[in-house]
């Protein structure tokens, strides 16, 4: 029986050396893999850095291209502003009233080239048939010369900011004349 002990105490050694080594080896592995981990936590540290600069710069790039069209948007309107002077000027010496009604007409008409350059276009509503998407009826018209629906006047300009509603056209529509209703005169 001393001799199996004696023949066992070879293994029981080997299984020692083994036994010690195994916790260096899940030690470096250990260290590897915290290394690893720190190395992402930077890394992921570093993205959101990156992250909010770059956001921090599309937004002061965003609100310098704001600016700048604001100030284009402003020159173009002290433009206008100019031709309304101007007018004002020659109205007050002008004895043509006629004169003075074109020189505003070529005012409007720069104000609408100014507005068309920002994608701002006048809503064409007179004649056309009622759209509620594009026109606020504010009034009905009896009539027998358009098609019942069709915009007969326009009270109030409407606009399209870049095809999108800015603001509706306040029309007045037309309704089939009825000799059975009293009409207010």
């Known amino acids: 029986m001393k001799r199996e002990e004696e023949d066992n105490q070879p293994q029981d050694a080997a299984e020692d ?31 959101r850095a990156d992250y909010v600069n770059l956001q921090r710069r599309t937004d002061m790039q965003a609100s310098a291209v704001r600016k700048e069209a604001e100030q284009r948007f402003a020159l173009d309107m002290i433009a206008v502003l100019d031709d309304l002077e101007r007018a004002m000027e020659h109205a007050d010496a002008a004895d043509n009233t006629k004169a003075v009604l074109e020189g505003v007409a070529l005012v409007r008409d720069n104000f609408l080239a100014a507005l068309a350059r920002y994608g701002i276009t006048p809503i064409s509503a007179r004649g056309e048939a ?10 009905e018209q009896p009539t027998d ?30 309704r089939p004349f009825d000799e059975n209703i009293q009409e207010d005169d």
Do not use: C, M, W
């Open 17 to 47: 050396l083994r036994d010690e080594s195994a916790p260096v080896e899940e030690t470096d592995d250990l260290q590897r893999l915290l290394q690893e981990r720190d190395q992402y936590i930077e890394l992921a540290r570093r993205a």
């Open 130 to 139: 009622f759209d509620h998407n594009l026109h606020h009826a504010i009034a």
């Open 145 to 174: 010369d358009v098609a019942p629906g069709s915009v007969v006047a326009v009270a109030q300009t409407g606009y399209l900011a870049d095809g999108k509603l800015l603001r509706p056209a306040q029309v007045v529509v037309a």
